[in-house]
């Protein structure tokens, strides 16, 4: 029997229900990316709010491409589970948040009418680094114009699209919130959103600078991709057939910039922390857990691995993405007052053990050329300058190399085909310099050549089963 609202009494008892009523609760949040991410971290701290006595803050989620999870939410009236797994057991519970449920290639005037909603205050994002269709070289995609806002596609025609009636209907702005592993997400939201409302709508630019917020945010848990097996499991546990059900990890965490342009959820009900810089938050992230994850999918896929609690127990790989997490990445940046890298980069190494979540490298490895630049190359350029090398990131950078070259299967990234007539062009001995050269295809500008050279000379080690 299928999870719905009229079937969720017969829940096991051991599952955990939403501490208020549903249906008295308006739509007060537009999701934009409706994935597993979003459902297991920002709709989990939105329930807590709506727990804690909040009202009205009810998601409308949105699927930006493909209708697979509104077909799995939608015959339960919007419900899921979500599993928190560790090596200790396992809790359940059943997260109400999300209320409505749109597909925006099917509907997108529905996605532009509940962004003009005056109940909706926030809009939130989890698209990952490609849905801000960002330029190689920096700024917005040069193809986006009025016809994006005419006929939206990308989160930057669907905002301008429902801004325009907001201002319209004589409504204030939004709040609206990154929840994308970007450095500066919410500076870099802006600043893109900007600039393709300066290309169709001037006017309109200028409203939304002065009307709206976008505060930088730091998300963290670590959420697999679900699979039948793991679906099956769930449906045995629960005694109902959820196919959204999300496993998680039992961590969390949600730092958030506290610039808001009206009303927002009591998110901190929930555990999240609300600051005036986000920025060293952000940043140990990127540079720890991401770096580590991106070094653990590139290398151990090459190793044969298909887990992270896999790779981590490879002790060669451990040793790597030690080093990047204690010694490289720490030394890049500034923490904010009592922030401990150390114990931050213990309670990582814990988390990537956990065998109960068995996360993929592969879904990890997605999308590489979005990701390396704030993940990898920003410790790498911040430690040049003091003169010091970063040998672990540059054996994870001829990880990706050769990833990207296939070696570990198909590659799924939006520059696959730019990449791979790279090493057509470039070969083994000139890729290195083709990818990270100051004129190379991540713009990387490492001011020193014998970086570079280093990551070649590791192709050739990775190469040669070194």
């Known amino acids: 029997m299928r999870l719905s609202a009229l079937t969720q009494d017969r829940l096991a008892a051991s599952v955990a229900r939403p501490g208020y009523d549903r249906q008295a609760q308006a739509c007060g949040i537009v999701h934009l990316g409706l994935g597993a991410f979003h459902r297991a971290h920002q709709a989990v701290y939105t329930d807590d709010a709506m727990a804690a006595g909040d009202r009205d803050w009810g998601v409308v989620g949105v699927s930006m491409r493909s209708a697979d999870v509104r077909d799995a939410l939608e015959p339960q009236d919007g419900l899921y589970t979500v599993s928190d797994r560790d090596g200790s057991g396992e809790t359940v519970r059943l997260i109400g ?21 005056p109940a909706v205050q926030v809009v939130t994002l989890t698209v990952t680094e490609k849905g801000y269709h960002r330029a190689p070289g920096g700024g917005l995609a040069p193809r986006l114009g009025a016809a994006e806002m005419d006929r939206p596609t990308t989160i930057h025609g669907f905002m301008a699209a429902g801004l325009a009636r907001r201002r319209a209907a004589g409504l204030p702005g939004l709040s609206v919130i990154s929840c994308d592993n970007l450095a500066g997400n ?22 939304t600078r002065a ?31 959820d196919e959204a059900a999300v496993t998680t ?3 969390r965490q949600w730092v ?20 005036s810089d986000v920025g060293p938050y952000e940043t140990a992230k990127l540079r720890m857990l991401n770096g580590a994850h991106s070094a653990l999918a590139y290398l151990g896929l090459r ?7 896999e790779a981590v127990a490879d002790p060669s790989l451990r040793a790597l993405v030690d080093r990047l997490m204690r010694i ?10 009592g922030q401990d890298l150390d114990a931050y980069a213990d309670a990582l190494l814990a988390r990537f053990a956990n065998p109960a979540l068995a996360h993929r490298l592969s879904q990890i490895a997605m999308d590489g050329s979005q990701k390396i630049p704030q993940r990898w190359l920003e410790t790498l350029q911040a430690r040049q300058d003091r003169g010091e090398t970063s040998p672990a990131i540059v054996e994870a950078l001829a990880g990706w190399a050769l990833h990207v070259r296939g070696d ?19 070969g083994a001995d000139g890729i290195a310099a083709a990818l990270l050269g100051p004129a190379g295809f991540l713009g990387a500008n490492l001011r020193r050549h014998d970086e570079v050279d280093a990551v070649r000379d590791a192709l050739v080690r990775l190469m040669t089963g070194g």
Request: include cysteine; hydrophobic fraction near 50%.
């Open 97 to 117: 948040a999300v209320q409505r449920l749109l597909v925006a290639p099917e509907a997108p005037e529905a996605v532009v009418a509940a962004m003009a909603d």
């Open 186 to 207: 919410g500076a870099q939201t802006a600043a893109l959103l900007d600039e393709f409302l300066e290309r169709v709508d001037a006017g309109l630019a200028a409203w």
């Open 211 to 241: 009307e709206c917020a976008f505060p930088s945010t730091m998300v963290d848990r670590i959420v697999p991709a679900a699979t039948p097996a793991r679906l099956d499991a769930t449906a045995a546990r629960l005694g109902l057939r």
């Open 249 to 251: 990890e039992p961590f």
């Open 256 to 275: 958030i910039e506290d610039r808001f342009a009206g009303p927002r959820p009591r998110w901190e009900a929930g555990g999240a922390e609300f600051v």
């Open 303 to 309: 190793r044969g691995h298909v887990f992270v609690h």
């Open 328 to 337: 490289e990445a720490p030394a890049s940046f500034a923490p904010a007052p």
């Open 408 to 426: 570990n299967g198909p590659v799924d990234d939006p520059a696959a085909d730019d990449l791979k007539r790279l090493w057509r062009e470039a």
